[in-house]
């Protein structure tokens, strides 16, 4: 499987080069995590998606994650800060458009989703949502090896200035991980030709009878 060797290949780069993911490249990682697995596939998180210079440095000011301004582009994965009805009703709406099915045949599931969730706390919900941005993480890392695009999740990042920058406060939103994309820079990352190093599957994967 190349993809087994894609996986190989990646790892958290640490310095990157003065090259730019192409467009078309980044909207295929984009429309990747777009597709990801979902609960309920109500997607409760937002993407953004930034490459103005400016910006990078401000969010990255004061950071030790130097990824953040010098990689070509920086994702920031924000979960919903609460899930709201009218998140339930645009999610059945979009139901009704794609399958072409009327809303009224969707009622028991929309009255099933929106119990369980609009039962929950908001703290709950925000958990919840968080859990569904890193699922999106987890594909964007795989569609930018698979592209031989250079990606690394971060969490050491200033969430609050993140969100005030922004303005996801006002979206709802709360950033919760980021991933910069780019290309490594062997010369100046030291790990950039060192082996991945990971369990044994015997040891890792534990089989059940």
């Not at 894609?6 to 984009?30: C, G, M, N």
């Not at 594909?139 to 200035?161: Q, R, S, W």
């Not at 919760?176 to 082996?195: C, F, H, P, Q, T």
């Amino acid at each position: 499987m190349a993809l087994i060797e894609d996986l190989k290949w990646r790892y958290a780069t640490k310095k990157y080069s003065s090259k730019r993911v192409a467009d078309k490249d980044l909207e295929q990682i984009v429309e990747a995590i777009n597709l990801s697995a979902s609960s309920i596939g109500i997607q409760p998180y937002r993407l953004m998606v930034i490459d103005n210079q400016n910006l990078k440095k401000e969010l990255g000011e004061g950071s030790f994650n130097s990824q953040i301004v010098d990689a070509s582009h920086l994702l920031v994965f924000a979960a919903f800060a609460s899930i709201r009805q009218e998140h339930i009703d645009y999610y059945i709406h979009l139901i009704s458009q794609t399958r072409n099915t009327p809303v009224e045949e969707l009622a028991d599931f929309k009255n099933s989703i929106s119990s369980y969730l609009l039962a929950q706390t908001d703290a709950d919900n925000f958990i919840w949502a968080t859990k569904q941005a890193y699922i999106g993480l987890g594909t964007g890392l795989i569609a930018a090896a698979n592209l031989k695009i250079d990606a690394t999740p971060m969490e050491g990042f200033d969430a609050g200035k993140f969100n005030k920058l922004l303005g996801l406060e006002k979206k709802n939103l709360k950033s919760v991980v980021i991933l910069a994309l780019g290309y490594r820079d062997e010369k100046k990352d030291s790990l950039a030709n060192l082996k991945k190093v990971r369990l044994p599957i015997q040891e890792f994967s534990i089989k059940v009878d």
